[in-house]
């Protein structure tokens, strides 16, 4: 049983390169000619994705049906290794959905392109059904003082980047890999918008979506929320990259002034699990954004487009992202109700 930020997960490895090297290599060659063509239209992130279940596949019908072409399984063959994933390796719902994906890409292609040489080969992933998915971790919702104890606790114990990063991270929302590209070119403290309350990135930056490059957004981030931190952070900043003559200029860094990547920074923010007594991940504080927004009573349609969501399907996203409840919100049409309630006792009396 594994820890992820303070969330237990279970995780069963059933590769290794012993069994890798034992793939059939006609599967093998299969592989990589997709990846190939894969890599040039997707990230490199999902190119890594997509290998690392083809190989849990792959090792599994090394170990569990003979080691056939893939060409050659058959559907209850398929069925096996789903079964086998959800009993013995406790996928969620979502991970079963990821792998079902990458193996029913792999199968189209195959279906599209080999069609000479496979001419009865058909992708038998739509015949495999996905479970529901459901929500597998308990999900935390933070609230205005478990972020001002996190503040609180990180001055007093002198991490200084740390406080810049959850600085960062609940004034613009930002995913946990977006966080660990900002520079220090990136933030100018004049380049400001909406009334001077949003700093905007001087550059867009890389974002989670589709393609090589993903999608590029301008980030906006709240003023007078990140820059103290900022630029308290900077000073220290300065004296690492001296010390450990590093020249770069990624905000967030290591002890040794190299740039720190979205693994460290998703342990920082899981250490902050121990401060509020409950799990804290990349996402909390994405959810906190959004939430503040609401709670402030920004209209969604600015809030979408702070986010850099599509048009037409942002207004959705913040309903997933705001965790204010119905009796935490400011209710405009109470006052209505309260003013009518009002009158009809003063006309009663």
Not at 140 to 147: F, S
Request: net charge negative.
């Amino acid at each position: 049983m594994a820890k992820n930020n303070g969330r237990e997960t279970f995780r069963k490895i059933i590769t290794s390169d012993e069994l890798i090297a034992q793939i059939n290599p006609e599967n093998i060659k299969l592989m990589e000619r997709f990846l190939k063509n894969f890599a040039t239209k997707r990230s490199p992130k999902s190119v890594v994705v997509y290998r690392s279940n083809f190989l849990i596949f792959f090792c599994w019908n090394v170990e569990n049906n003979d080691n056939k072409r893939f060409t050659d399984i058959r559907k209850i063959e398929m069925l096996d290794f789903f079964d086998y994933a959800l009993s013995e390796l406790k996928w969620s719902p979502n991970r079963f959905a990821q792998c079902h994906s990458s193996l029913s890409s792999f199968s189209e292609w195959i279906e599209n392109y080999f069609d000479e040489e496979y001419p009865t080969f058909r992708n038998l992933l739509p015949k495999i059904e996905k479970p529901t998915k459901e929500a597998v971790r308990e999900k935390t919702v933070l609230q205005k003082e478990d972020v001002d104890k996190i503040f609180a606790t990180l001055e007093e114990e002198n991490r200084i980047q740390e406080q810049c990063l959850l600085a960062l991270a609940i004034s613009c929302g930002a995913r946990v890999s977006e966080l660990a590209s900002f520079t220090t070119d990136l933030i100018d403290e004049e380049n400001t918008v909406f009334d001077g309350l949003f700093l905007e990135t001087t550059e867009k930056i890389r974002t989670k979506g589709r393609g090589v490059n993903g999608k590029m957004l301008t980030k906006y981030i709240l003023k007078d929320m990140f820059l103290p931190y900022y630029k308290k952070w900077l000073e220290v900043r300065k004296e690492i990259m001296a010390e450990n003559n590093q020249e770069h200029d990624y905000i967030f860094i290591t002890k040794d002034g190299s740039p720190a990547n979205s693994d460290r920074l998703r342990d920082w923010m899981g250490n902050w699990s121990d401060i509020v007594g409950q799990p804290c991940y990349p996402h909390n504080f994405r959810h906190y954004n959004i939430s503040m927004y609401k709670r402030i009573g920004l209209e969604d349609d600015l809030i979408v487009y702070l986010t850099g969501w599509a048009e037409g399907t942002g207004h959705s996203m913040i309903s997933i992202y705001n965790d204010v409840t119905a009796k935490e919100a400011e209710w405009k049409s109470l006052g209505k109700l309260k003013n009518a309630l009002e009158q009809e006792n003063t006309n009663n009396n």
